[in-house]
Nanobody, 129 residues
Framework: QVLLSESGGGSVQAGASLRLSCAAS????????IGWFRQAPGKEREFIAA????????YYDASLKGRFNISRTVASNTVYLQMNSLKPEDTAMYYC??????????????????????WGQGTQVTVSS
């Protein structure tokens, strides 16, 4: 089973950028579609973006596309989330999650059913005004 480890969170001012990393390790780690999610205190988990296990296809939440960009480095089995023009409402714990042989949109759908195979421990992002 894949293991996920997020990093790159922190406290920034509004308008700043951050790049989060999700490192996947374990057997067949490259066979997993990976997505990014976030959850703010008192709110439901929110899908951000995902990348397919092969072919590099991506899928975004429409409201975040444009400020957030997901990418994948196959050689290191790392998925990145570049976040630009951060706003205080982006403050949340950010998680990556994975499912074997999943396409990008499937990651979102599986999350809704709570069927994703693996989750990371999360990295906190705090944006102050």
């Amino acid at each position: 089973q894949v293991l996920l480890s997020e990093s790159g969170g922190g406290s920034v001012q509004a308008g700043a950028s951050l790049r989060l990393s999700c490192a996947a390790s374990g057997r067949a780690a490259s066979s997993y579609g990976i997505g990014w999610f976030r959850q703010a205190p008192g709110k439901e988990r929110e899908f951000i973006a995902a990348v397919s296990w092969s072919g590099g296809g991506t899928y975004y939440d429409a409201s975040l596309k444009g400020r957030f960009n997901i990418s994948r480095t196959v050689a290191s089995n790392t998925v990145y989330l570049q976040m630009n023009s951060l706003k205080p409402e982006d403050t949340a714990m950010y998680y990556c999650a994975a499912h074997r042989h999943a396409t990008a949109q499937t990651i979102r759908d599986l999350a809704r059913q709570d069927h994703l195979e693996a989750w990371g421990q999360g990295t906190q992002v705090t944006v102050s005004s």
